[in-house]
C-alpha cells in the first residue's frame, strides 16, 4: 500500500489520499485537535457529523493524565476517547516552545514541570515513542526541538542539529508497523538551516515530514513564504505537515504554496469566545447585532448548528454563558475549515484552485490583526 | 379530548396520559429543565435520545434574557431552543421564593431586582400570562406565592388567599386554546391551610394541579407525607405535579403518594459535580476509583454516555475539565431518572408497583444525608 498518493496538482496545490490502517483520508486535511483526548465540547460523533478525517492527540498532555500506561491498559487512545478513525500524536516537541518557563531542553530530551501540578518529568526520544505506543496512534512525531521566531541563529542551529539526532533515535525506537513515524523540518526563519534541516531528514527518508517552528511569532507573509520555500524542498511524493497552522486565510494560502495537513486548535478556541467563521470574515456573536438575527449564522453553512439553530439563540447562549454555546459554536467553526477543505480538493482537482483561492480570500474580510495577534498571543503561551 | 387520561392505578400511584398539542406524554413523567431556553449542556437531539417527553422553561428567567417578546418575534420558545415536544414554563413564582434576597412580594405581584443587571421588573398575574403566552408554552403557571418550609403560619395564611386571587387574576388573563393553565396548591406544612388552598383551586376547576411550596428546606418525611396529603384530596382526573423534584427517591415515594409529573435542576445540577446515578446509589466520578474503570458508569444503563464511554474516561474528563464531561453525565443522570419513571409507569401497568419501589430503595443506597443537605442548600439559594 502506497502511503500517500496524489490524484491532482494546481499550482504548487495538490490533493491526494494518505492511507492509514484506519483508512485513506483525503488531502488537504485539517486535524480538529483532542488534546487531552476530546475535542473540547464535542464527542466522536459531532466529529464524524462535521466531517472529521483524522484527530490530533498530544503525547505530553495524556502522558501527564491520565497516563499513557492507563490508556494502554484501557485498549489505547481510540477505544479510551471512543473514535475508531485515524489518530495522529504530537510529541511534546510544541509544549517544550509554549511552556518556555516549565522547561529545561538539554541534548538526552526535554525536562518539564508538569503544568498539571509542578512534578518534574523528563521525555526523551525513546520514551515518546513508548508513550505513542502505549497510545496506539496511527500517525506519530518524534521529539523535536521548537524555538520562537526570534531565536538567534546559532540557537536555532544547535535546534537543528538536536532534532536531527532525536528524529534518528525516534525511528530506531519505532515498534509496530501501524504506526507511521514523520520526520519534523526545523530552522525558524533562516533558509540555509531550513535547507539543512530539511536535508537532514530526507536522508531519513521518512514516509511524510512535518513542518515545524513556525506560527510562533512571525508575521504571517514570513510564515507562508517559509512554508513555501520548505514544501519546494521537500519530496513531491510525502505528505506535507505543516504543524499548528491555522486560520481560515492561513489554511488558504499554504495549501497554495503545497502543504497537505494541518491542525490548530484556533478555530476551536475562538469559538469558545464567540468569534465565528464565514465566508465573508470572522464575526464575534456575542455583539448585539446578532440578538434579534432570526438567520443561521451562515446561511450558506451546512453545519448541524447553522441548520437548526438561529444565530440569535447562539447569541442568547452565549450571553447566558450555557455550555451549549461552546458545542454549538466549535461545531460550526470547525465545519468552516473542513468544509473549507473539501473545497479546495474539489478546485484542486478541477484545476482551478487559484480562483478559489482568490475568491475566498477577496471575500473573507480579515478582522483587525491587532485584535488576533492578542489572541495568537494568549494562544501561544498556554499548554493548549 | 380528554387532557389527563389514566390507565393504570396500583396503589396511589397512577400512570395515564396528558394530551397536549404538540403530542401525547406518559405519565408520571419527568421533565428536564431549561431555565434559559437550554437543558444545560444539552442540545434538542440529546433530550430526544434520552426520551425526554417534554421540557421546563422558565418565564423569569426567559422575560429577563433574552426578554419574551423578542422570543415572540423569533416564533416562540419551540422553536427558539429548536426542541418541538411539549414545554411546560413556570411563572417566577418560585423565584420570589430562591431569589429572596432580591425580591418584595406585594398584592399585585412580585417586584424583583434582576439577577442580572439589578434592573426592577414587576411580576404580576398579567404580566406572566403575558410572557407565557408570547413564550408559547403548551402548559402555562399562574403567578403564586412560595415561602420557605419555617415561614409562619400568617404568613402561609396570607400567602394561600394571595396565590387564590392571583390564580384567579391568571386563569381571567389567559388568552389562546392551546395553552393550559394549571392551579398552584400551597399551605407550607400546614395542613388546614394546605386543605383550605386545595378547596380554593378544585373551586376554580382548573385542568391540571401543581403542588408548589415542598422541597424548600422541610425534612424528606415531611414533603412525602404533604404531598400525599395534598395528593389524596386533588380530584383524580387531574394531573398533580409537585414543583422542583427530585432526586431519584424522592421521584419513587412521590408517585407511590400518587404524583404524575415533576421538575427538577437536580440530577443535572449534580451531574455537572459529577455526581453520577446507579441502581446502587450515587457515586461520585471523580473519586480516584474509576479511573481505571474500563466498564461503563453503570453496567445496566441504556445511556448514549454508557452505551460508549468507559467510566474511566469520564473520570478523566472531569479531572481534565473538559466540557464533554458535563454533557455526558448530564445525559447520563437524566436518562437514569427519565428510565425510572418509564419503568415505575410498567410497574404501575402490571400491578406490581409498591414491589418495585422497595425493589428500587433497598438497592439505592442513599449518599450521606449531610452532602446532600449541603447540595440542595446551594441549589435553592441560586437562581436557577
Known amino acids: 500500500m502506497v502511503f500517500f498518493d496524489i490524484n491532482a496538482l494546481s499550482g504548487s496545490a495538490r490533493s491526494g489520499f494518505i492511507s492509514t490502517a484506519r483508512g485513506k483520508l483525503a488531502t488537504p486535511l485539517f486535524m480538529p485537535v483532542a488534546t487531552q483526548g476530546s475535542v473540547k465540547a464535542l464527542d466522536p460523533q459531532d466529529l464524524t457529523e462535521l466531517g472529521t478525517e483524522i484527530v490530533l492527540g498530544n503525547a505530553y498532555?495524556?502522558?501527564l493524565r491520565p497516563g499513557d500506561e492507563l490508556i494502554y491498559g484501557l485498549g489505547g487512545l481510540h477505544k479510551f476517547m471512543g473514535w475508531d478513525g485515524p489518530i495522529l500524536t504530537d510529541s511534546g516537541g510544541f509544549q517544550g516552545f509554549s511552556?518556555?518557563?516549565l522547561r529545561d531542553l538539554h541534548k538526552d530530551g526535554i525536562t518539564f514541570r508538569s503544568h498539571i501540578d509542578g512534578s518534574t518529568h523528563t521525555l526523551t526520544p525513546e520514551s515518546i515513542m513508548k508513550i505513542q505506543a502505549n497510545l496506539g496512534s496511527d500517525i506519530a512525531m518524534p521529539l523535536d526541538v521548537?524555538?520562537?521566531s526570534d531565536a538567534a541563529y546559532t540557537s536555532v542551529s544547535d535546534g537543528i542539529?538536536?532534532?536531527f539526532d532525536w528524529v534518528q533515535r525516534c525511528k530506531n525506537a519505532r515498534k509496530g508497523e501501524n504506526q507511521v513515524l514523520f520526520g519534523i523540518v526545523q530552522g525558524g526563519i533562516y533558509e540555509d538551516l531550513r535547507r539543512e534541516s530539511i536535508d537532514q531528514m530526507i536522508s531519513?527518508?521518512?514516509?511524510?515530514?512535518s513542518i515545524g517552528g513556525l506560527s510562533v511569532g512571525e508575521p504571517k507573509n514570513q510564515l507562508y513564504s517559509t512554508a513555501g520555500f520548505t514544501?519546494?524542498?521537500l519530496p513531491e511524493n510525502k505528505p506535507r505537515y505543516l504543524m499548528g497552522v491555522g486560520s481560515p486565510e492561513d489554511l488558504v494560502e499554504c495549501v497554495a504554496v503545497g502543504v497537505d495537513m494541518f491542525d490548530c486548535v484556533l478555530p476551536s478556541r475562538v469559538a469558545r469566545n464567540g468569534a465565528l467563521y464565514t465566508k465573508m470574515g470572522r464575526f464575534n456573536i456575542t455583539s448585539s447585532r446578532f440578538k434579534n438575527v432570526d438567520d443561521p449564522i451562515d446561511i450558506e453553512c451546512d453545519c448541524s448548528t447553522c441548520i437548526r439553530f438561529s444565530a440569535a439563540y447562539i447569541?442568547?447562549?452565549f450571553k447566558a454563558k450555557e455550555y451549549l454555546a461552546?458545542?454549538?459554536?466549535?461545531?460550526h467553526n470547525l465545519r468552516f475549515v473542513i468544509r473549507l477543505m473539501e473545497e479546495m480538493r474539489t478546485a484542486i482537482s478541477n484545476g482551478s484552485f487559484s480562483e478559489y483561492r482568490k475568491g475566498f480570500l477577496d471575500n473573507y474580510r480579515v478582522a483587525d490583526e491587532a485584535v488576533r495577534a492578542k489572541e495568537r498571543e494568549k494562544w501561544l503561551k498556554s499548554s493548549d
Open 315 to 317: 447569541h442568547h447562549l
Open 61 to 63: 498532555h495524556l502522558y
Open 146 to 148: 521548537c524555538l520562537p
Open 204 to 209: 531519513l527518508d521518512m514516509p511524510g515530514y
Open 99 to 101: 511552556l518556555e518557563h
Open 231 to 233: 514544501a519546494d524542498l
Open 161 to 163: 542539529e538536536t532534532t
Open 326 to 331: 461552546y458545542r454549538l459554536a466549535t461545531i
